[in-house]
């Protein structure tokens, strides 16, 4: 065994192999594996081996278009079978929901070259006779679905790897982690030591042990799992001999189960509603390849649909029960990436389908590790989506949640329920007083809408226009005609300060710094060029700032300072010791006003003034401005003052007609001011001259990504990102929801980041990114929503005060 190594890969099974391999494609080929007992002896060698490109994220599709590509070239570079059957895939629709589900994903499918077809119930039924068409209504069509024999896959990556120089040392277990000083690490196994400078997690179903063995709790739980193997049927023997193929596979989503062909009969894996968490608190390091106990019982009322749906099945002899584990994170996608405050360290785990998703991970991982960036948007895959409050317990809640929702639609106006609530600011009780419908983000309760008085706080989930629309609308005419109060808590909030934040920062952000007492708007960009964050800067001394930004990006941000952190510099991450509450509308000032001594006339406290007020007797800062674009403050305050605080606006709002509003407000004020926002419009794939922020950009310092700024803006970029006013459909009005397709003269151009309906300028509005030469102001494009093309034109500024008066006044 080697003594040292640049990356010691913890974890031989399909995601470790692909990890493995992907580094030493790279160029990385000083890399190791280590694996406890042999490849694949962890979840990968029961699994059933299918593979399918479609998921609800766009992104993640891609990855698993990836993964389901590469399994060709490593089988014959490698020499090792990897049992490739690509039999095609249907998703079958019971109902007309689950079917413009299917037509939003073909949408997605378009812009990333997806060939996925939408069929009627008689198509399906011929491309799968063993189905009743009874039950559906119509099916998703996709070429590119099929299995692999997963020990193959896991062998084939191994096999390139070696290939090119990397070393696996099988029957090998890392008992311990231990990181010296200058970042590197010590992998004490059972065989000896190995310095590495790197260690990647994928353990799989130890991922969560190997994180303990450095102080980390990963947001990752295994659960059981079971699919079975009928006995040869004469109807699969009948249909091979006729059409010379095998069966395609099929996901049923009202029987919660997938179905394919297995040698001459057929495998049904279920997600079932009684699902079980396996070895919930500790996997025993003594857990060798070894199967569960079936529970047919458990899975009873999906074989009864299963029976129903697939009538021949119910004839057929069971011959094999496979029931095992394998690893979820609370929201299902992988954690991939580096481990938020940990130097050198890596994880690629909680992947629950390794054949679909695998080269996706190992890809990006390696990119992330070589390259200093992944190459692709996997901010739905980032371990840094989570924080410390994803706790065991909470992952619980959230991964059986996850489990026994697999084939059920989240809408995209849905919250689930379970872990909730758990993170509380001290107005929510309040704020539930009146009726607030909450929604949570990173573990943080916020209002989203409040429902008129007597009527249950609840939204009814649907891809159209909910029960919340008419309240809303309410909502935005409260702020833009007299005055609104939210609640602001669910920004992430950090601090910097000390000799030399300045400098620091200047370094990082594409703005200057403001003044003392003043903000203004940055973003900060990797060397690429790729738009890191977006903050507001809001300075209070020399060196001493406040920032804020979006709290989903809490983790992954502070990541990325803390990463660059400069001498005699602090950050930090101020979480709940600080919140907030925001006044917005041309009453705001006469509000806040009433209650402080200190003058807010427009000469005394300008747009994007940031001081520290007293607002009654409570110690605050104040910043003028808000995200609704209209006249309004933001007011920062401990904790212990936030419920005075907001019965005192409250009280003092009365006469001005006050009202409360939600997120959902929040978004279309925003969308009709044509202000973009994090994780939609700006991403880490692209720039700020595509995303068109060119007042927080000024090539005037020196910062990170600066060159790549400027080679950009001389040869224009690519992709532009467009403001569109949409014309929705008059007898069914929907509003984009994201991630719809954009057309013009008949081809896919262009993809939706955001959208809302945009109640007091009464618009349909969205943002989207289009090739740089068709992004013309008045010019016609169609925005694909749920199936149908609807006219968009391009707009050139906001629909409402353009030039910015009200938020100035
Ligand atoms: C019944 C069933 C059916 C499935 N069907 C499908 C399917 O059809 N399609 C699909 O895509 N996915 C399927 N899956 C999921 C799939 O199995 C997983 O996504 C995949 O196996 C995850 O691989 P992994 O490499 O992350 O984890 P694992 O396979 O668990 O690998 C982790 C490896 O790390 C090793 N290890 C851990 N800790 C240490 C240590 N300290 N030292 C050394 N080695 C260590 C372990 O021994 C293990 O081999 C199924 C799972 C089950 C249970």
Redesign the pocket.
């Known amino acids: 065994m080697k003594s040292s190594a640049q990356v010691v890969v913890?974890?031989?099974?399909?995601?470790?192999a692909s990890v493995l391999y992907h580094l030493t494609e790279l160029g990385w080929t000083d890399v190791v594996l280590?694996?406890?007992?042999e490849?694949?002896?962890?979840?990968?060698w029961?699994?059933?081996?299918?593979?399918h490109t479609l998921n609800g994220d766009p992104n993640v599709a891609k990855l698993q278009q990836y993964t389901v590509g590469l399994y060709r070239e490593i089988e014959q570079r490698s020499g090792q079978n990897c049992g490739i059957h690509m039999s095609g895939g249907l998703t079958l629709a019971g109902d007309r929901e689950r079917m413009d589900w299917l037509r939003m994903a073909q949408a997605r499918g378009r812009y990333l070259g997806m060939d996925m077809e939408i069929i009627s119930v008689a198509e399906a039924k011929q491309m799968f006779p063993l189905l009743e068409e009874q039950y559906f209504i119509g099916a998703l069509f996709d070429r590119a679905e099929g299995?692999v024999d997963?020990t193959g896959v896991t062998r084939a990556y191994a096999g390139c790897a070696r290939q090119a120089g990397a070393e696996i040392y099988q029957h090998?277990?890392?008992?311990d982690l231990r990181q010296r000083p200058d970042g590197t690490w010590d992998v004490i196994?059972d065989s000896g030591e190995i310095h590495a400078e790197h260690i990647v997690n994928?353990?799989?179903?130890?991922?969560r042990?190997?994180g303990r063995m450095i102080g980390l709790e990963l947001p990752v739980l295994a659960m059981e799992?079971?699919?079975l193997i009928t006995e040869d049927m004469a109807e699969v023997a009948e249909y091979n001999a006729a059409t010379g193929h095998e069966l395609p596979m099929g996901m049923d989503f009202d029987g919660e189960l997938y179905i394919r062909q297995e040698g001459g009969g057929m495998l049904l894996?279920t997600y079932e509603q009684a699902c079980v968490p396996w070895s919930p608190r500790e996997t025993p390091w003594t857990f060798d390849q070894q199967l569960l106990a079936p529970d047919l019982d458990r899975i009873a009322p999906s074989l009864e649909i299963a029976f129903k749906h697939y009538p021949a099945l119910a004839e057929a002899g069971i011959k094999t029960v496979?029931?095992?584990?394998?690893?979820f994170a609370p929201d299902g996608n992988p954690l991939v990436g580096p481990v938020p405050g940990v130097r050198n360290c890596w994880v690629?785990?909680a992947?629950?389908?390794?054949?679909?998703?695998?080269g996706g991970v190992g890809l990006t991982l390696a990119r992330w590790m070589v390259d200093g960036d992944p190459g692709e948007d996997i901010w739905a895959m980032d371990v840094a989506r989570f924080g410390t409050w994803a706790s065991l317990a909470y992952t619980n809640a959230k991964v059986r949640e996850n489990y026994s929702r697999r084939f059920r639609i989240t809408f995209p106006n849905e919250e689930l329920p379970a872990g909730r609530p758990l993170h509380t600011t001290p107005v929510y009780d309040r704020l539930t007083a009146h009726n607030a419908v909450w929604g949570a983000g990173f573990g943080l309760e916020h209002p989203l809408w409040f429902q008129r008085p007597g009527s249950e706080p609840r939204e009814d989930v649907t891809f159209r226009r909910s029960n919340a629309f008419p309240v809303v609308a309410d909502e935005c005419a409260t702020v833009r005609e007299r005055v609104g109060l939210t609640e602001c808590s669910n920004f992430a909030k950090y601090r910097v300060t000390g000799a030399g934040s300045a400098d620091w920062l200047q370094r990082l952000f594409t703005n200057r710094l403001p003044r003392p007492g003043r903000i203004n708007l940055t973003a900060a960009l990797d060397p690429g060029g790729h738009i890191v964050g977006e903050f507001s800067v809001a300075r209070v001394g020399t060196d001493d700032f406040f920032l804020f930004g979006s709290q989903i990006a809490e983790a992954h941000h502070s990541r990325w300072f803390l990463g660059h952190l400069a001498d005699g510099v602090r950050f930090d991450v101020l979480a709940l010791s600080l919140v907030g509450l925001s006044l917005a509308g041309p009453g705001a000032r006469d509000v806040l006003q009433s209650v402080t001594g200190a003058s807010l006339a427009t000469e005394d406290y300008p747009f994007m003034t940031f001081r520290r007020i007293d607002i009654g007797m409570i110690p605050a800062y104040v910043g003028r401005m808000t995200y609704t674009g209209d006249l309004g403050y933001e007011i920062w305050v401990a904790p212990e003052y936030q419920r005075a605080l907001f019965d005192l606006l409250w009280q003092a709002g009365q006469p001005y007609g006050i009202g409360l509003f939600g997120f959902r407000a929040l978004m279309s004020l925003r969308m009709e001011k044509m202000f973009g926002t994090w994780a939609r419009e700006y991403r880490p794939i692209y720039t700020p001259v595509q995303a068109r922020m060119h007042r927080s950009l000024k090539c005037d310092h020196d910062f990170i990504g600066r060159a790549a700024v400027e080679a950009e803006l001389a040869r224009g970029p690519a992709r532009t990102l467009g403001y569109f006013d949409i014309t929705p459909d008059p007898a069914e009005p929907a509003d984009v929801v994201g991630d719809e397709p954009i057309w013009h003269d008949g081809a896919v151009v262009g993809w939706v980041t955001s959208g809302a309906y945009a109640h007091y300028s009464r618009r349909s509005l969205a943002f989207g990114y289009v090739p740089s030469e068709l992004a013309v102001p008045g010019a016609m494009f169609e925005v694909e929503i749920i199936g149908q093309r609807r006219p968009a034109r391009l707009l050139s500024e906001p629909v409402l005060d353009p030039a910015g008066h009200r938020m100035r006044a």
């Open positions: 913890i974890g031989g099974g399909v995601v470790g280590v694996e406890r007992r490849l694949t002896a962890g979840s990968t029961h699994a059933a081996g299918g593979m299995h997963p090998t277990w890392v008992s196994t994928a353990g799989g179903l130890w991922a042990e190997v799992h079971m699919y894996g496979v029931n095992g584990p394998f690893t690629a785990c992947v629950m389908a390794g054949f679909s998703q695998g």
